[in-house]
């Protein structure tokens, strides 16, 4: 059976080849862990952060320090606590919340990758939007990190 070099320059295409296919590979295994990863950046929306009622009828404020994993498809898939408020009731919100929100994925070089990043969730009984996350436009600032809870009409 003949091979690459029972031919007139099989053996130099077969070499060239290989030289190639040797580029391709280690182009696409190159080393990306030099490249700095730009951070998820937070979707506009909605904020999904409720005000727990006993601790706004307590007129009780608080920041949660919240742990996210970002996945590559910028959904999150875990968040804990990492600094906690001093209320269980905003912990638990903050948590909550975060779980609900949606990113930007972040990138290294021209790849998604998943992170893990701190988010600074605030509880202000004021309503003003507080760190990382912003009102839309269209809402007038009415919109904030934890919104007010629902009275289930009651005054106040």
Avoid at 13 to 31: P, S, Y
Avoid at 63 to 86: F, K, P, Q, R
Wanted: charged share 20%.
């Amino acid at each position: 059976m003949a091979g690459f070099g029972d031919r007139p320059g099989g053996s130099s295409v077969a070499l060239r080849a290989a030289a190639v296919l040797c580029v391709l590979i280690a182009g696409a295994c190159r080393d990306v862990s030099n490249t700095p990863i730009e951070q998820p950046q937070l979707m506009p929306g909605p904020s999904p952060f409720q005000y727990p009622l006993d601790l706004w009828d307590l007129e009780v404020e608080g920041e949660t320090l919240v742990m996210l994993h970002v996945t590559d498809l910028g959904a999150v898939d875990s968040a804990y606590v990492l600094e906690s408020s001093g209320f269980s009731g905003f912990d638990s919100a903050a948590v909550r919340g975060a779980r609900r929100l949606r990113f930007s994925a972040a990138r290294q070089g021209d790849r998604r990758v998943p992170v893990w990043t701190r988010l600074p969730v605030v509880f202000h009984r004021d309503t003003t939007p507080a760190v990382g996350l912003t009102a839309p436009p269209d809402s007038g600032g009415a919109d904030t990190d934890a919104a007010p809870p629902d009275s289930g009409g009651r005054d106040g």
